[in-house]
């Protein structure tokens, strides 16, 4: 991942495990809270719909582990703790910074408390800072933490809608407000808030990521009787077909390479689509739902195992898609792809989810009846009540209707700090992936008959790609390859045949069957 490092101010204190913050000098609002740390994948107890947020609130030094390689997850988070983050939160987006001194001989909450009442985030203390902190206290806390510019309603969320929570109780505008911003979404698909009942710090986690990202925010829609109301294929088309543009990308010499779809995600050209439609790549154009072309100017990250990209399109007002990055999903729920295939730009089909939760080859999937062509990979896949859930990325050639869409939650661990060339990225990945790779043995010594295992390793190799084998003289040796394994190694067994001497040349090729480098084996048979 390409990360840019910044200056990191860490208010953690030893007394609170529960957050630091990073601060970016001279900044106000919400262009304050900016990335300083990198994870490197230490916390062993996360997984599941919050590890996104886990990673992300950690890289923005929103949240830390409760020890050196545990995060607690499922932990409630105490009163004091949620007090610190409100100060934290209001006092680095209103001034920029958040430098509170530790006051000895007072409880090293204290600060905070006091900050927060001064400041009108709390109206009066609470009784005993080391209790859990229920929901409806944290929502109460959290919508005073910002000034309401900065918590803008996404969603319409009419009065009496949330299931749980009424307007006139104590909590309920803050709820609301959480709510319409598109911060709070609920634990179910009714949306029920539970409101008494302890938050977990993996739930934490997702509001805190929430609350600083407007990117972040979840689209959320509620009837009456607090169910969520379904749209026509028709009216799916007409709200998320501006969203999804074909893509095309261009060798070095300009000529049309491979042909894709994307999604926008903001209004100013920020969008998701395949790793795999940029491999190879020197340079991409995007075709709009009107049919204007645009330069993909950059990309900021990449994920080629789960094979998504994060770009910049070059130009502004843009209609992103609802995303729905929950992981809420229902083998058998009805959805919707919009995408290219075969160059038929802006195809809506329909289908079920046949498996909520695939994985292949390490990677998981949603497995769809959709049906996904060339020229798809990179589109929507849409929920039905219109919302990003995933981005179509495969097909099983030989099977029949096995369709592949890459879950829109993964999208959450890419970084979008820096923005390099799309010629720039590949040939750094490229370059990483060759140089990684490499043989168990260079030069092998057996008779006649006998066996000689040489492991080749790829680290990090994507879906696709492939090794081969040529030996300079057929009659003295054999090869057979095994099995890849989940350690993205290959063994290539030799056997002797005739004495002699052969070389033994092992390529890696990428999905266009380009070799991207070569590794050579002397073997002697004698």
Known sequence: ??????????LLLAAATAASLCLSAFAAGLDSFAPCNTYRGQFTDIGGWYEPYVIRGYE???????????????????????????????????????DFPAVQGQPWWQVYADYCLEEGILSEPFAD??????????????AAALPEAALTEM???????????????????????????????????????????????????????RMVDVTER?????????????????????????????????????EPLFSGSGVFLRENGEAVTNWHVLEGAASAKATAYDGTEYEVSGVYDYDAENDLARIQVRGSGFTPAAVNASGVLQTGATVYAIGNPRGLDGSLSSGL???????????????????????SSGGALLNDRGELIGVTSASVSDGQNLNLAVPIEKLSALDRTDCRSVSATVQAFMRELADGFALS?????????????????????????????ETSTRSIVQCSWGKWTAEDTVDLTITGQNLGDVTVTISLHDRTDAVLATRTIQVRVR
Do not use: W
């Open 353 to 375: 989810i046949s498996s909520a939760h695939r994985v292949l080859n390490g990677a998981e999937f949603i497995q769809v009846t959709v049906p996904i062509s060339n020229g």
């Open 1 to 10: 991942m390409q990360h840019r490092f910044k200056q990191c101010l860490s």
């Open 155 to 209: 969603n319409d969320i009419p009065d009496g809608t949330i299931p749980d929570v009424r307007l006139s109780d104590s909590y309920g505008s803050a709820v609301y407000l959480l709510y319409r911003a598109g911060i709070l979404t609920g634990s179910d698909s009714a949306g029920t808030f539970r409101p008494n009942t302890n938050i977990r710090r993996s739930e934490a986690a997702a509001i805190l990521v």
């Open 441 to 469: 043995k260079t030069s092998v010594t057996l008779g006649p008959g006998d066996d000689a295992v040489v492991t080749c390793s790829v680290p990090n190799v994507p879906t696709g790609y492939s090794v081969s084998y």
């Open 129 to 142: 800072y080391g209790n859990a902190i229920t929901r409806a206290q944290f929502a109460v806390l959290f």
């Open 218 to 254: 979840r689209s959320l829609s509620l009837s009456g009787n607090g169910s969520q109301s379904a749209l026509t294929a028709a009216q799916i088309y007409a709200k998320c077909a501006p969203s999804v543009f074909s893509l095309t990308t261009y060798d070095a010499e300009g």
């Open 60 to 98: 923005l030094g929103l949240i830390d582990g409760t020890g050196a390689d545990t995060f607690s997850p499922d932990s409630n988070m105490t009163i004091a703790e949620a007090v610190k983050l409100a100060a934290c939160l209001h006092s680095t987006y209103t001034t920029g910074s958040a």
